[in-house]
Nanobody, 116 residues
Framework: QVQLVESGGGLVQAGGSLRLSCAAS????????MGWYRQAPGKQRELVAR???????SYADSVKGRFTISRDNDKKMVYLQMNGLKPEDTALYYC??????????WGQGTQVTVSS
């Protein structure tokens, strides 16, 4: 059994900040990639940020300079610091973990709503 649990979402005004956290637990020996995706109503799920096991980080163009991804390998956690939030950031944010067996796991999502 493998489980990913996201937390930290909420309702904020434009320009505000949130910090998302994701904890991985269960039958996971080791983790390769960790990342965050988001999906707004009526839109496709999109990659927000990703960090590899070697520490290589990538961001969607829409969040560069505003969001920061980080991970704690010992705790098997990944974080997303979101600053300068915009209404277009409103979405359900999903944690994604790729294990050493290259199997993808997903959390159930945490809602981020940014008001104008």
């Amino acid at each position: 059994q493998v489980q990913l649990v996201e937390s930290g979402g909420g309702l904020v005004q434009a320009g505000g900040s949130l910090r998302l956290s994701c904890a991985a637990s269960g039958n996971i020996f080791s983790i390769n990639h960790m990342g965050w995706y988001r999906q707004a109503p009526g839109k496709q799920r999109e990659l927000v940020a990703r960090i590899t096991g070697g520490g290589t980080i990538s961001y969607a163009d829409s969040v560069k300079g505003r969001f920061t991804i980080s991970r704690d390998n010992d705790k098997k956690m990944v974080y997303l610091q979101m600053n300068g939030l915009k209404p277009e950031d409103t979405a359900l944010y999903y944690c994604n973990v790729v294990t050493h067996t290259w199997y993808d796991y997903w959390g159930q999502g945490t809602q981020v709503t940014v008001s104008s």
